[in-house]
């Protein structure tokens, strides 16, 4: 009998989770609430890198899961390979460098534009039988009993779809109306920051060299795209003072504190593309696995993107999800035992708590400017490049192989 299961939400990881149970044979039905472009195959038009495009830092493990769904040959023309880390501090003396080659990995993950990335990824899931796709649909109910999970979703207002499976995943975003319809609370943590997200040019290439450094604001990151001097950055700044770095009129006040910033490590910041600006809090779900719905992507967990987790860890939890529901198809059992999708919630954990406890910590000890703490942090990026043991170990979390 031919398994299936609605998916709730088709971002990058609505999208991406579709494809993977696809190909594990496994029907899929992606609601989606906008409508996507339509990008007919015969006539698609050229891609562009584009100056405004967001960009994600794809780990290793991420980049092994689109290899298996054998997409990584296509994604890959608009990636860029980080071969290096420099970590530093505004002010500070110490520093810390990963490098690839010493570390014995290829890469420590790929830098891609999220337009790519969506267009790909939407492109295969149109051509895959087993995924019907339904997008421009609200979804106004998420019911269960023990036999099924129910959701009911309109089009412009008028009453359209009538669904039900054995499994339901909720991928709806940070405001998840899924998570809301099964009472799930949620712990929010605000920063009581914005980050401000753009493309860059720089005088110099970047050598496929990411740039983290830290500023009394936290953690700025600065990495290479394709295009050698082509770079992506994430600058968060206070709550409220956005509207400083926003607009056409404000790229040259932009470039000036970017290039205050960094000094001559990347050259002479020379364009910037429009800004973005996205509110940074840490949202997290008390429970993700209720009955036969599991909440996935920013609805079990948004995290500050200070290390590039976020979305690597979405894919991570989507990577284990596969594989216990795959396991469940083997021995002919329900693929929305609640048994079992509490035993992948459980499973889940420790990296989630790891990553979500990581990514906090570093916003909080690096904003922190107390005088004794900023020597620690100094002394501790020092010993970071010097004591043996610590590098691999960081490097291996940081490409997402050690869950």
């Known amino acids: 009998m031919q398994q299936e299961v609605i998916i709730v939400g088709g971002g990058m990881v609505g999208l991406s989770l579709a494809l993977m149970l696809a190909k594990a044979n496994i029907a899929v039905k992606l609601l989606e609430a906008i409508k996507y472009p339509n990008y007919d195959d015969a006539n698609l038009a050229p891609y562009h890198s584009s100056f405004d495009?967001?960009?994600?830092a794809l780990s290793r493990r991420t980049v092994q899961i689109y290899?298996?769904?054998?997409?990584?040959?296509?994604?890959?023309e608009h990636a860029t390979p980080i071969l290096e880390v420099n970590i530093t501090e505004q002010g500070g003396f110490g520093k810390a460098r990963l490098k690839a080659d010493q570390e014995n990995v290829e890469s420590f993950g790929q830098v891609i534009e999220n337009a790519w990335l969506g267009r790909v990824l939407l492109t295969q899931v149109r051509q895959q039988p087993l995924i019907e796709l339904i997008d421009g649909v609200q979804v106004t109910s998420l019911k269960q009993d023990a036999e099924f999970a129910y959701i009911e979703a309109n089009r412009g207002g008028e009453y359209i779809h009538s669904l039900k499976a054995k499994?339901?995943?909720?991928?709806?975003?940070?405001?998840?109306?899924?998570?809301?319809?099964?009472?799930?609370?949620?712990?929010?943590?605000?920063?009581?920051?914005?980050?401000?997200?753009?493309?860059?040019?720089?005088?110099?290439?970047?050598?496929?060299?990411?740039?983290?450094r830290f500023s009394a604001l936290g953690p700025l990151a600065l990495l290479p795209l394709p295009g050698e001097c082509r770079r992506s950055v994430v600058w968060p700044v206070k709550?409220?003072?956005?509207?400083?770095?926003?607009?056409?009129?404000n790229d040259q006040h932009f470039l000036d504190a970017l290039q205050q910033t960094y000094g001559n490590r990347a050259g002479k910041f020379q364009k910037t593309g429009q800004r973005f600006s996205f509110p940074l809090s840490q949202v997290l779900a008390e429970k993700q696995a209720v009955g036969r719905v599991i909440l996935m992507g920013n609805a079990a967990h948004t995290i500050h993107p200070v290390?590039?987790?976020?979305?690597?860890?979405?894919m991570r939890d989507a990577d284990v999800l596969l594989r216990y529901l795959t396991e469940q198809i083997a021995k002919s059992?329900?693929?929305?035992?609640?048994?079992?999708?509490?035993?992948?919630?459980?499973?889940?954990?420790?990296?989630?708590?790891?990553?979500?406890k990581f990514c906090d910590s570093v916003v909080r000890g690096f904003s922190n400017q107390n005088p004794v703490l900023k020597l620690l942090r100094n002394t501790g990026l020092v010993a970071f490049d010097v004591i043996p043991g610590i590098k691999p170990l960081v490097a291996s979390y940081a490409m997402g192989l050690k869950a």
Not at 53 to 56: G, K, Q
Not at 67 to 76: A, M, N, P, Y
Not at 239 to 249: A, P, R, S
Request: charged share 25%.
């Open 307 to 314: 290390a590039g987790q976020g979305f690597n860890l979405c």
């Open 53 to 56: 495009a967001r960009n994600s």
């Open 67 to 76: 290899q298996k769904l054998g997409l990584w040959d296509v994604l890959q």
């Open 333 to 356: 059992a329900d693929i929305g035992e609640v048994e079992m999708l509490k035993a992948y919630e459980q499973a889940r954990l420790t990296d989630q708590q790891r990553v979500i």
């Open 239 to 249: 709550k409220g003072t956005e509207g400083e770095w926003l607009g056409d009129e």
């Open 167 to 212: 499994l339901v995943i909720a991928a709806d975003g940070r405001d998840s109306f899924c998570r809301q319809a099964l009472g799930v609370g949620v712990d929010v943590h605000d920063y009581d920051q914005v980050a401000i997200v753009t493309t860059v040019q720089t005088s110099k290439p970047h050598n496929q060299v990411g740039f983290e």
